[in-house]
C-alpha cells in the first residue's frame, strides 16, 4: 500500500512540474534621454571602439559584480547592438571587444583591446549589470519548492546600464546611465501565460531600450563631432 502511495505521488510530482510556468514583467526603463532627438547630420566620419562588459551579481552573496562567460552573455546580444547602432549617422568604422575575467591571464588580449582603443577616434565602454539579492532569492525557492510551486511568488532582477565615451586622448567625453527591472513570478498555471510573457523576451527588450536610448543620446548630443 505504501509503495502504491508513494507511486502515486511521484506521478502527481511529475504531473505538477509539467505544469509548472512563469510570466516575466518589465519596468519601464529610468534615466531615459529627455532631449530632443536629433541626427548628427554631416558631422566628419569617425572611426568608434565599442567595448562591452557584462557582469552580475547576487548581492549578498557575491562580494563583487562577476564577469559573464560566454555562455552566460545573452545569446541574441550582437543582434541588439546591431539593431541599436542605426541611431548612428556618422561611424564609418567600428569595432568591438568584449571583456571576460580571464582576460588577467592573456597579455595578448590585453594588447589587443589597447590596440584598438589606440586606433579608433573614440572608444564607447558599456557595463551591462544583472544584479539580484541573495536572500529573497533563497526563501522563495524554498517556499516555492515547498508548495510545490502552487503558491505564485516573484522574483525581481535588476538591470543597469553605464556607459562612458572617450576620445583617443582618454579625455571623457560622455556619461550614460540606464536602469530597469524584471520580475518572474512562477507558479504551477501560469504555464498558460509564458508563452505571451517569456523571461528572455523581456530581458532582450530590456537591452535593446537601453542601447537604442543611450546610442540615440550621443548621436543627439554630438558626442561623435569628428
Request: charged share 25%; glycine share 6%; proline share 4%.
Amino acid at each position: 500500500m505504501n509503495a502504491r502511495i508513494y507511486h502515486v505521488l511521484f506521478i502527481l510530482s511529475l504531473l505538477i512540474g509539467m505544469l509548472v510556468g512563469c510570466a516575466s514583467f518589465r519596468s519601464n526603463m529610468g534615466g531615459g534621454f529627455q532631449g530632443e532627438p536629433a541626427r548628427n547630420v554631416g558631422a566628419k566620419q569617425v572611426s568608434v571602439l565599442f567595448i562591452f562588459s557584462h557582469v552580475r551579481q547576487t548581492l549578498g552573496y557575491d562580494a563583487v559584480p562577476k564577469l559573464e562567460n560566454k555562455n552566460q552573455i545573452l545569446a541574441g546580444f550582437d543582434d541588439i547592438f546591431i539593431d541599436a547602432m542605426r541611431e548612428f549617422s556618422n561611424i564609418s568604422e567600428y569595432a568591438t571587444y568584449t571583456e571576460y575575467a580571464s582576460d588577467i591571464s592573456h597579455p595578448e588580449r590585453r594588447a589587443q583591446r589597447d590596440s584598438l582603443i589606440a586606433s579608433n577616434d573614440y572608444t564607447v565602454h558599456i557595463r551591462l549589470k544583472s544584479e539580484k539579492r541573495f536572500a529573497p532569492y533563497f526563501l522563495k525557492t524554498l517556499m516555492s519548492s515547498i508548495s510545490a510551486t502552487l503558491l505564485p511568488l516573484p522574483y525581481t532582477r535588476s538591470y543597469g546600464l553605464e556607459a562612458e565615451v572617450r576620445d583617443r586622448t582618454g579625455k571623457l567625453m560622455a556619461t550614460v546611465h540606464r536602469s530597469a527591472k524584471l520580475t518572474k513570478w512562477v507558479q504551477t498555471l501560469l504555464i498558460f501565460v509564458y508563452p505571451f510573457c517569456p523571461e528572455e523576451r523581456k530581458r532582450e527588450e530590456i537591452y535593446l531600450e537601453f542601447l537604442r536610448d543611450a546610442f540615440r543620446q550621443i548621436e543627439s548630443e554630438r558626442v561623435f563631432s569628428g
